[in-house]
């Protein structure tokens, strides 16, 4: 079974730029993460998707963070413009439904995540 | 303020020893798990626990989780290099369903 896919893996940009990134979840997933993991601390939940409807986007910085999920599989995320304090690595993780979410018991499978480096 | 506090932040030992790492909250949680994160790579799901006071065997690795339900640890015995890795405890805060993290306990085991 292929695993959560995401690209680029590395990308170095200067601030005030734009970068986007991709996620192709496990097929079947219906809910899809973005995280926000800083160099010393945890993943941080940036967006959760349901199929293609947001379930919770508190953590999101809207003014600049979008995020897409137009047909409920694949998902892009965008920074416009970047700060130095995006610099990060930005994981995707999927999971396979609402009832195991709901226990607390849900397993989140993650990609292996892009570095950016915000200069 | 962080939900989740995991120490020691750092750890370096020798292949052979045992170690513990531990994650500890003020806030109760429905579930806690463990991952482990290797370099350039996502999280890797370990194992869940669920009720108080449980625990977990996986090979070399035992997992307990408080009977207040508002902590947990990790336990590796006689550690080897393939070990090594960032070790992150996450859970639901009461009937919160958002994933939340600690920051992670940073092993190194020398051969």
């Known amino acids: 079974e292929a695993g959560v896919a995401q690209s680029p893996r590395y990308k170095i940009i200067e601030k005030r730029q734009s970068v986007a990134f991709w996620c192709n979840p496990i097929s079947g997933h219906a809910t899809l993460y973005w995280y926000q993991q800083i160099l010393g601390q945890g993943p941080k939940l940036l967006i959760q998707f349901q199929n293609n409807g947001v379930v919770d986007d508190s953590q999101l910085p809207k003014d600049r963070f979008s995020a897409e999920r137009l047909k409920g599989v694949d998902s892009t995320l965008k920074i416009q413009p970047a700060k130095l304090e995006d610099s990060a690595v930005y994981l995707c993780?999927?999971?396979?439904?609402?009832?195991?979410?709901?226990?607390?018991?849900?397993?989140?499978?993650f990609g292996p995540g892009t570095r950016l480096t915000v200069l | 303020t962080q939900l989740l506090e995991q120490s020691p932040q750092f750890l370096s030992i020798q292949e052979g020893e045992n170690l513990t790492v531990y994650c500890n909250s003020s806030?109760?949680?429905?579930?806690l798990q463990w991952y482990r994160q290797e370099p350039g790579e996502g999280p890797v799901l370990l194992v869940t626990v669920v009720t108080g006071g449980e625990v977990k065997k996986l090979k070399r690795l035992t997992f307990q989780f408080g009977d207040a339900r508002k902590d947990s640890s990790l336990h590796i015995t006689a550690a080897q290099p393939g070990d090594t890795g960032l070790y992150l405890c996450?859970?639901?805060?009461?009937?919160?369903?958002?994933?939340?993290f600690g920051k992670g306990t940073l092993l190194t085991v020398n051969p």
């Open positions: 996450a859970g639901h805060p009461g009937s919160n369903y958002k994933l939340t």
């Open positions: 806030s109760v949680f429905s579930s």
């Open positions: 993780a999927s999971s396979l439904d609402v009832l195991s979410r709901q226990s607390g018991t849900d397993t989140q499978y």
